[in-house]
């Protein structure tokens, strides 16, 4: 049978209802909210003359929490243009629309009752074969089916989103033992592909996998602490990225969460447990005094921590006080930074005696058992668990990837003689040997299941660059880039200078890369695995030139730059940029000239080069330009004027996009470019659009002039930054790169319309940059940015 979801209904308008109906709008599914039908008037409703059987009476709950998705952050829609999408509407004049959807996802209240009186609405008016699924956070999923019809059960299983929907990776899928195997196939699929979730198969337990294990986590973490005599600030000093998880660490990230959705989680385990896990899941008097004060965190204003003008203060568990807040100090976490690698600098943190190395050992310890006594019973293997853990909660590595990463022997070792009870299956592994639940061969990945390796299956629209590599080797590498053999005779280039930033060594392996591609592969594909796709050119290496008067090489290296982007625009094989993550000036120029871009759906990408006292030296004006020339429908008329204006406030307010969907409404892609569905097919999608544009006889663009504004354009281009500058928006110095901004994007002083070549146009530009960056100002916003990581405005 061929499945598709074409028009989806979420019943529960709620943060997390209205979430995932926005997340599904983000995918382009036109998706139906349905919520309660209020049963007094408000204030506003009664002054304008409604009554209770008004439309506009009835959908305000799904209405209003509609339009609160406009004002979220994070924005949970990709583009406020998804909005079109969705349509309000309420449970008793609605539900028999359902007969027209797909796919209906149940997000009431979590109370087993009240859904399953939901769930028989939805069997009444629902149309056979459409899924059904409840996103409960830990209520069995089996206990819901009970009554429905037969064809209700095949099509229900539980689909857990994490929040928020946009941005949280993980999608726990959670069959019943009446779901259809084919259903729970293609929801799995459906995740992955058009949802971009991580998808992971669950069992029906308490809080199933990811929740199960954080929550026991986190607990444990305020067990230890209490115990130790840690404070709230010292935990989360040394339970973030220090040891590869978030930087909200332990108290930061219950803060965000809510002290109430957290004590609901926990409650849910304690509840259906019993013994020494039943006491790990009940609550600590102090947190139970804090529920009582109304003291949930963000929401709330107050909770672990509280701020006070600019000062953050952490909440004494003793006390109830707020007081200072504290970082914990040890030998372990200074010898741990010196460390390359999060497993070496885990070993130097868990082995130590010290403070810190104390309180990890015993928060990791637990957990590590913890995880292993739920195989089989929350998960059928490993792989699973890790997925959940890394997609649900951002921890860099699972509990089973983290045990490997400290030694499992010698940490096995190690909690015997604490007298901890190790899982019977982890002594048997240990025992006969085996002493990873990992290991690579041939570049490939297994894992140990029940005495055996078994491999890690993988979509294979996934890519692993660092197994690639071990695979096929390296064409040739220096100490900013490599150019790998992608398969299918498609090569790519990455990007692996500290932060991705562009400089000389990178440039030449662009050359490098154009050449080889030219004489033996298809196309090229300039991507990478990093945390960003680029932070752009740099920085420190250009203002350290700069001050040291060798302007004639920082003059070469942009030159270089320039001719780099050239290469990538008319070579005579297709080159696709896939940018994703933090994609910014010189990152920004590198995709502008290429043939096809192939954007991850979060993609934060734009000319940022103002915010340092700059304006793009690459070709990133010229470039924007033509995209925005090149973006105007066959037959309308040409406004320059207006063209240059949109292409200079871009640029002058260093405009960034909030996801890829947008960086097409800015223009920075067009219509021919793509925004993967999962970014974790990036290169994969990449790569199919190099072997397409291949296949159809891909020739580079045709070298063709430019029409500028000119001189006039240059005084209509001033004109609006003159009025700010009057107006005290922007400083003097501000008004300074404006001028050589305005400058470039007209063209200089020639006649309004003059054609002119690309060229002369990278010449303009390059002699406004070398003129920007020898500015006294200008060093000063770059050093700054360099040291603070934020702009300077002076």
């Avoid at 529920?291 to 204003?301: D, H, I, P, Q, R």
């Amino acid at each position: 049978m061929v499945r598709n979801i074409r028009k989806a209904a979420v019943l529960g308008s709620g943060i997390m209802g209205a979430g995932i109906a926005a997340h599904l709008a983000n995918v382009g599914i036109p998706t139906l909210l349905l919520d309660i039908v209020p049963r007094e008037l408000t204030e506003a409703e009664k002054q304008k003359g409604l009554t209770l059987e008004d439309s506009l009476v009835r959908n305000r709950i799904s209405t209003t929490n509609l339009q609160k998705l406009l004002k979220q952050k994070p924005a949970p829609l990709a583009a406020k243009k998804n909005m079109v999408l969705l349509e309000a509407g309420n449970f008793e004049d609605d539900m028999k629309r359902l007969a027209d959807v797909d796919w209906i996802i149940e997000v009431v209240v979590e109370n087993l009752e009240i859904k399953k009186q939901i769930f028989a609405q939805v069997d009444q008016y629902r149309k056979n074969g459409s899924i059904v699924s409840s996103n409960t956070s830990g209520i069995s999923v089996e206990a819901m089916v009970e009554g429905r019809s037969e064809d209700f059960k095949k099509h229900f299983l539980g689909t857990h989103f994490f929040n928020p929907p946009r941005y949280l990776k993980l999608l726990e899928v959670i069959p019943t033992q009446y779901t259809d195997s084919e259903v729970l196939s293609f929801m799995k699929t459906f995740g992955e592909d058009v949802l971009g979730k991580g998808v992971v198969e669950a069992k029906d337990t308490p809080n199933f996998i990811a929740n199960r294990i954080g929550t026991y986590g986190l607990l444990i973490t305020v067990q230890e602490m209490l115990k130790g005599g840690y404070s709230v600030g010292e935990v989360d000093s040394v339970t973030g990225p220090l040891i590869g998880r978030p930087s909200s660490a332990t108290f930061r990230t219950l803060d965000v969460v809510g002290l109430d959705t957290f004590a609901h989680v926990a409650k849910n385990v304690y509840d259906q447990v019993e013994g020494d896990e039943q006491k790990v899941f009940e609550l600590p008097a102090f947190i139970s005094s804090m529920l009582v004060n109304g003291w949930y965190g963000a929401k709330s204003g107050q909770g672990f921590f509280l701020k006070k003008g600019k000062e953050i203060l952490e909440l004494n568990p003793e006390t109830l006080e707020y007081e200072a807040r504290k970082k914990l100090k040890a030998p372990s976490i200074e010898l741990s930074k010196q460390e390359k690698g999060l497993a070496n600098k885990l070993r130097t943190l868990l082995y130590s005696k010290d403070r810190a190395g104390t309180l990890l050992w015993d928060i990791t310890v637990p957990t590590l058992i913890y995880s292993a006594e739920l195989l089989g019973n929350i998960a059928d293997d490993i792989v699973a668990i890790d997925q959940a853990m890394k997609w649900g909660f951002g921890w860099e590595q699972g509990p089973f990837e983290l045990w490997d990463a400290i030694d499992v022997a010698k940490s096995v070792d190690r909690m015997k003689q604490e007298g901890r009870q190790i899982p019977e299956w982890v002594e048997r592994m240990v025992a006969s040997g085996v002493t990873s639940f990992y290991k690579e061969e041939e570049g490939n990945l297994y894992y140990y299941s029940y005495g055996e390796y078994k491999l890690v299956k993988e979509n294979s629209k996934v890519i692993n660059l660092k197994r690639l590599k071990k695979q096929k080797g390296v064409i040739k590498k220096n100490s900013g880039a490599s150019l790998i053999d992608l398969g299918d005779d498609v090569a790519l280039l990455e990007f692996h200078s500290p932060n991705n930033a562009i400089g000389l060594d990178i440039v030449q392996m662009i050359n490098f890369a154009i050449d080889e591609v030219e004489k033996n592969y298809k196309g090229l594909v300039i991507g990478n695995q990093g945390k960003n796709f680029c932070v752009g050119a740099n920085l420190a290496m250009i203002l350290m030139e700069v001050q040291d008067d060798n302007i004639y090489e920082v003059e070469m290296v942009v030159r270089h730059f320039q001719q780099a982007m050239m290469r990538i625009k008319y070579s005579a094989k297709p080159v696709v940029a896939a940018p994703f993550g933090m994609t910014l000036g010189g990152g920004t120029e590198v995709c502008l000239p290429a043939a096809r871009i192939q954007a991850s759906p979060e993609t934060y990408m734009g000319l940022v080069e103002t915010g340092v006292g700059l304006i793009p030296g690459g070709g990133g004006n010229k470039e924007l330009y033509i995209k925005y020339l090149e973006s105007l429908p066959n037959g309308v008329q040409v406004d320059l004027q207006q063209v240059a204006n949109k292409v200079f406030e871009s640029i002058a307010m260093a405009n960034v996009s909030t996801s890829g969907q947008e960086a097409r409404g800015n223009n920075v892609l067009n219509n021919q470019d793509a925004v993967s569905l999962n970014g974790d097919h990036l290169l994969y999608d990449a790569k199919q659009v190099v072997l397409a544009l291949d296949k159809q006889g891909y020739k580079p663009p045709v070298r063709k002039k430019i029409p500028v504004v000119g001189e006039t354009g240059y005084a209509t281009l001033l004109l609006g930054a003159q009025t700010m500058k009057l107006s005290g928006f922007i400083s003097e110095h501000d008004m300074k790169i404006a001028e050589k901004l305005a400058y470039v994007i007209a063209g200089g002083r020639v006649p309004y319309g003059t054609e002119v070549d690309e060229q002369y146009l990278l010449d303009l530009e390059r002699e406004a940059f070398i003129s920007l960056v020898q500015q006294p100002k200008s060093q000063a916003r770059m050093q700054h940015m360099l040291v603070k990581g934020k702009p300077l405005r002076n």
